[in-house]
């Protein structure tokens, strides 16, 4: 109860942020073990967790509301709903007995709204008007970052990784350049290949080879950032993410490039816990190098 408690603190704290800002407040809890928690210590790891959330230094005082002053939260699920509830009931807005509720009739749909919506602004007149058609010379190269102009809600960012876009990095990467010529002169006894001025990298699976786009170093954070930070990524372990990208992409000790830019998320650092346990303190002892060697254990 403690921890479910605490949680409702922290999450309502989380969702009033951009209101609350970095003014002092007081809370006000039912949970009566919670009063100034955040001044003592609790023996409950998960309540230390969110205390740890950069929160305490803007909370003035935790106190204690009697559950049964409480109403204004759990109105719903604290309210008498028969009339064999002991309680008596002051409230006149829900007679005592009462189990039913009635429904009322949906209102017709008011044409407030619509009359807002038919007020097009400057911006929005600017997404209406049709783009110029390409050229031959700007065709080439398409971005896929001009697709959120399109629309009024607000998206993620969305991030190009066409082979327009790789091939244009690529020729502006010194190291890929160096093999992209090495791969001219001698393609047979390479592992790289070159299609449609794209160097692309053969790794072995099974049988068959793999060709991937080589990633020159503009574009590994963006790919790390979309395997991994996106909303749609979930903040995946090393192992997983590493696995989602190892046969779309390669670049040079792409592992190690992974593992660095995990350990460096804030979010993962924040909230991925180990929850194994410390390796204890034994340690390996060398075998005997002699005959009727004496040997010390500890049980």
């Known amino acids: 109860m403690i921890r479910c408690a605490t949680l409702a603190m922290y999450w309502s704290i989380q969702q009033l942020r951009e209101y609350i800002g970095d003014s002092y407040f007081s809370i006000e809890t039912d949970s009566q073990p919670l009063i100034n928690f955040h001044k003592k210590q609790i023996n409950n790891k998960r309540v230390m967790l969110f205390k740890l959330q950069d929160i305490i230094p803007q909370i003035t005082e935790v106190k204690h509301l009697p559950r049964d002053k409480n109403t204004g939260p759990d109105y719903l699920s604290k309210h008498p709903i028969s009339s064999t509830s002991k309680k008596p009931i002051n409230d006149n807005d829900w007679p005592q007995g009462t189990e039913t509720w009635k429904i009322k009739p949906q209102r017709p749909p008011s044409t407030f709204f619509t009359q807002l919506n038919a007020v097009i602004t400057r911006q929005q007149a600017k997404r209406l008007i049709p783009a110029p058609p390409l050229t031959t010379s700007t065709a080439t190269y398409a971005s896929i970052s001009s697709a959120p102009a399109t629309t009024t809600s607000p998206s993620p ?3 190009d990784f066409s082979l327009d876009r790789i091939r244009k990095e690529q020729m502006e990467d010194t190291d890929i350049i ?4 090495m791969v001219k002169l001698n393609p047979s006894k390479s592992s790289f290949t070159i299609k449609d001025v794209v160097l692309f990298k053969l790794l072995p699976r099974g ?3 793999l060709r991937v786009p080589y990633i020159p170093q503009t574009l590994i954070k963006d790919i790390l950032f979309t395997h991994h930070n996106h909303p749609l990524a ?9 696995r989602n990208i190892k046969n779309k992409y390669y670049w040079p000790n792409m592992k190690d490039s992974t593992e660095n830019y995990i350990r460096s998320c804030s979010k993962c650092s924040k909230f991925n816990i180990q ?10 002892i060398d075998p005997p190098s002699e005959v009727f060697q004496v040997l010390g254990l500890d049980w």
């Open 157 to 159: 960012q969305l991030f």
């Open 178 to 181: 160096e093999i992209f010529n």
């Open 207 to 209: 049988k068959t080879q």
């Open 234 to 242: 979930g903040h995946f372990g090393v192992e997983r993410t590493w």
């Open 275 to 284: 929850r194994r346990k410390a390796p204890g303190l034994l340690q390996p």
